[in-house]
């Protein structure tokens, strides 16, 4: 859309056809609504916003300063159309005070929405992790979080809770080269997993880990960085460990002892017995 607008008069005196095509009315249309032009189709928000910042700034701009701005129209149909307009002084007053300006305009509607609605997806994404259940983490390619649960942080006690945009092995700087290997594997496109696998930290303590890691994907089928899925299973270990060490007790006991033992399960089938 080209136009040229009075701004002492208040009012387009020139449009071309592109007017329609964004707007809906035609050239003839826009004329006769004269200085209502702006009143009548621009929203009120804006439109206050037109009034008290950028007519100003033509005040004590040159003739070579072009002046940027967003505004809402109404569209013949009654919907909110989102327009960006480019604008130049085009004539000034005897006085050389501008008296009109020159200015091409283009519908910027889909690209605003889908802009905000790619905020919210991320927004979205961003408290889904963060309040999810389970350790969860997602990195770039550089291996740096762009999202984390607290489940994650609180798991591996991490000290520093705003990890977003640090990169995993400055935060984790004890993390093995085994594991370092498989990120840049799924990097690469690979995935990953262990059931039961041993994390050493550099205090000496070790914390079992249950994980998977896999790639995910940008829009145009692109590797955009990993995830990795994790649970800390120490403590399951240890009452497994301890379980096992129990039985194996109880079963030295029954063996080595003179009397005579047999026990059953539920089903009444023989599970264990000694020779007395």
Not at 96 to 125: C, N, R, V
Not at 141 to 158: E, G, H, P
């Amino acid at each position: 859309l080209i136009y040229i607008y009075d701004i002492v008069e208040r009012k387009n005196i020139y449009s071309n056809l592109g007017i329609q095509r964004i707007l809906g009315y035609s050239v003839e249309e826009i004329h006769t609504m004269g200085e209502n032009i702006l009143p009548d189709l621009m929203h009120p928000d804006d439109f206050k916003k037109y009034l008290s910042e950028i007519i100003p700034r033509y005040q004590t701009a040159d003739d070579e300063e072009l002046i940027e701005h967003e505004y809402r129209m109404r569209h013949k149909n009654g919907e909110w159309c989102i327009l960006h307009s480019k604008e130049t002084i085009f004539k000034r007053l005897e006085g050389g005070e501008p008296q009109q300006i020159f200015g091409l305009t283009s519908d910027i509607t889909e690209q605003k929405l889908s802009k905000t609605a790619l905020a919210h997806s991320h927004e979205l994404m961003k408290y889904i992790i963060e309040h999810n259940r389970s350790a969860v983490a997602v990195h770039d390619m550089d291996m740096n979080y762009i999202y984390v649960s607290q489940r994650y942080l609180k798991d591996y006690n991490v000290k520093e809770k705003d990890v977003i945009g640090k990169n995993h092995y400055d935060v984790f700087p004890d993390l093995p080269q085994k594991w370092r290997d498989v990120h840049q594997k799924v990097l690469a496109g690979e995935i990953f997993s262990e059931e039961d696998d041993a994390y050493e930290r550099e205090d000496g303590s070790v914390d079992w880990t249950r994980w998977e890691c896999r790639p995910w994907y940008e829009e145009e089928g692109t590797i955009g960085g990993l995830i990795v899925y994790t649970e800390v299973i120490t403590e399951q270990k240890q009452i497994l460990e301890a379980l096992s060490k129990e039985k194996e007790f109880s079963e030295k006991i029954i063996k080595t002892s003179s009397a005579a033992i047999v026990g059953l399960d539920l089903n009444h089938r023989i599970k264990i017995f000694n020779k007395g």
